[in-house]
T-cell receptor, first 110, second 114 residues
Framework: GESVGLHLPTLSVQEGDNSIINCAYS??????FIWYKQESGKGPQFIID?????DKRQGQRVTVLLNKTVKHLSLQIAATQPGDSAVYFC?????????FGAGTTVTVRA | DTAVSQTPKYLVTQMGNDKSIKCEQN?????MYWYKQDSKKFLKIMFS???????INETVPNRFSPKSPDKAHLNLHINSLELGDSAVYFC?????????????FGSGTQLSVL
């Protein structure tokens, strides 16, 4: 079965606010995690990744937090913009494959 | 220049037909994948190839047959199409075998079986 899952299928955010998307994983052996963004009609695009020897990693307007104790990771998007509207997936790597969670649809309100 | 390109983008066909989806990557990657995305957006791996060698074959009906003529191409042939095969199929590639590698995805092929 799937090793990752997301807490909420949808998230509505006011433009300019910060977004937090959560993900739980079950495989304690997973050592690499990735967040992807999928816009309508397109393939998933890499956002940010993190290895299990880290608990935080920052990119441009995005931050990924990893809590191995409770097997949880989150994606924070600062100052959410209309272009951030998309489906967001977390994925973990083990057994030579990336396993994806179900996705959270983020809608940005103007 | 598209890094991972797949054709066709849309494929509408009748049950029982045989169809192929082609994928090419120009990133010089060693590993390629096929993923299936269902109507609920759930992405599930089907196959992966590393340097033309099959690495992963995830409980996929044998009506699905991947073919990798070289490491830049991974095609997917589907025999005797069924209604349940309707989905979006994504090709992807990575530099090495996944274990710390990000995947680059194509834009998808939306398959509709009538």
């Amino acid at each position: 079965g799937e090793s990752v899952g997301l807490h909420l299928p949808t998230l509505s955010v006011q433009e300019g606010d910060n977004s937090i998307i959560n993900c739980a994983y079950s495989n304690s052996a997973s050592d690499y995690f990735i967040w992807y963004k999928q816009e309508s009609g397109k393939g998933p695009q890499f956002i940010i990744d993190i290895r299990s020897n880290m608990d935080k990693r920052q990119g441009q307007r995005v931050t990924v937090l990893l809590n191995k104790t409770v097997k949880h990771l989150s994606l924070q998007i600062a100052a959410t913009q209309p272009g951030d509207s998309a489906v967001y997936f977390c994925a973990d790597a083990n057994d030579y494959k990336l396993s994806f969670g179900a996705g959270t649809t983020v809608t940005v309100r103007a | 220049d598209t890094a991972v390109s797949q054709t066709p983008k849309y494929l509408v066909t009748q049950m029982g037909n045989d169809k192929s989806i082609k994928c090419e990557q120009n990133l010089g990657h060693d590993t390629m994948y096929w993923y299936k995305q269902d109507s609920k957006k759930f992405l599930k791996i089907m196959f992966s190839y590393n340097n033309k060698e099959l690495i992963i074959n995830e409980t996929v009906p044998n009506r699905f047959s991947p073919k990798s003529p070289d490491k830049a191409h991974l095609n997917l042939h589907i025999n005797s199409l069924e209604l349940g095969d309707s989905a979006v199929y994504f090709c992807a590639s990575s530099q090495g075998v996944v274990g710390g590698e990000k995947l680059f995805f194509g834009s998808g092929t939306q398959l509709s079986v009538l």
